[in-house]
T-cell receptor, first 110, second 112 residues
Framework: QKEVEQDPGPLSVPEGAIVSLNCTYS??????FMWYRQYSRKGPELLMY????GNKEDGRFTAQVDKSSKYISLFIRDSQPSDSATYLC??????????FGSGTKLNVKP | DVKVTQSSRYLVKRTGEKVFLECVQD?????MFWYRQDPGLGLRLIYF???????EKGDIPEGYSVSREKKERFSLILESASTNQTSMYLC???????????FGSGTRLTVV
């Protein structure tokens, strides 16, 4: 069983839709959770960072962590074609090494 | 603009060749990482380093080695390239502590 599971998609939505991206994990020691966005032929870039359970909002993006269910989500409101990318979740158990999901490919159609 | 620079975007090598992938960061980060990214498998950690001349094996170190002689530079070496090492290779760096990674743009390596 992988440490982090993520649906690869692709997920295709119309412009303006609310997008929900999710990851599940097995290690209850994970406390730090991140979302990265990766455009085609580029390296991933850090999008959101949360610690422990709860919500964090940044503009159109909301990251949510439910440690009791070992489930994290990234919501994108008013999605734009420029949001089309692969989204990777990552998590850490208090050491320098992060565990990554395999990524969900999102396509926002104009 | 802080960044991680990987020396090549695309590389084609022959089976059995020794291959060097170079990565340089200008953020004075302590930690550096090498990942490979394959469809359906996501990011897999090959090696990482917490300090100059230090290295730790990741999840898939077989067939690879690394070198970190200077803080800003972390090299990945494929001792004898094989076709199953065809992949996208990503270098990343971070500060010590729980901080996000800064990734390079990647090197797409094809071994023929």
């Amino acid at each position: 069983q992988k440490e982090v599971e993520q649906d690869p998609g692709p997920l295709s939505v119309p412009e303006g839709a609310i997008v929900s991206l999710n990851c599940t994990y097995s290690n209850s020691a994970f406390q730090y959770f991140m979302w990265y966005r990766q455009y085609s032929r580029k390296g991933p870039e850090l999008l959101m960072y949360t610690y422990s359970s709860g919500n964090k909002e940044d503009g159109r993006f909301t990251a949510q962590v439910d440690k009791s269910s070992k489930y994290i989500s990234l919501f994108i409101r008013d999605s734009q074609p420029s949001d089309s990318a692969t989204y990777l979740c990552a998590m850490n158990d208090n050491f320098n090494k992060f565990y990554f999901g395999s990524g969900t490919k999102l396509n926002v159609k104009p | 603009d802080v960044k991680v620079t990987q020396s090549s975007r695309y590389l084609v090598k022959r089976t059995g060749e020794k291959v060097f992938l170079e990565c340089v960061q200008d953020m004075d980060h302590e930690n550096m990482f090498w990942y490979r990214q394959d469809p359906g498998l996501g990011l897999r950690l090959i090696y990482f380093s917490y300090d100059v001349k230090m290295k730790e094996k990741g999840d898939i170190p077989e067939g690879y080695s690394v070198s970190r002689e200077k803080k800003e530079r972390f090299s990945l070496i494929l001792e004898s390239a094989s076709t199953n090492q065809t992949s996208m290779y990503l270098c990343a760096s971070s500060r010590t502590g729980i901080y996000g990674y800064t990734f390079g743009s990647g090197t797409r390596l094809t071994v023929v």
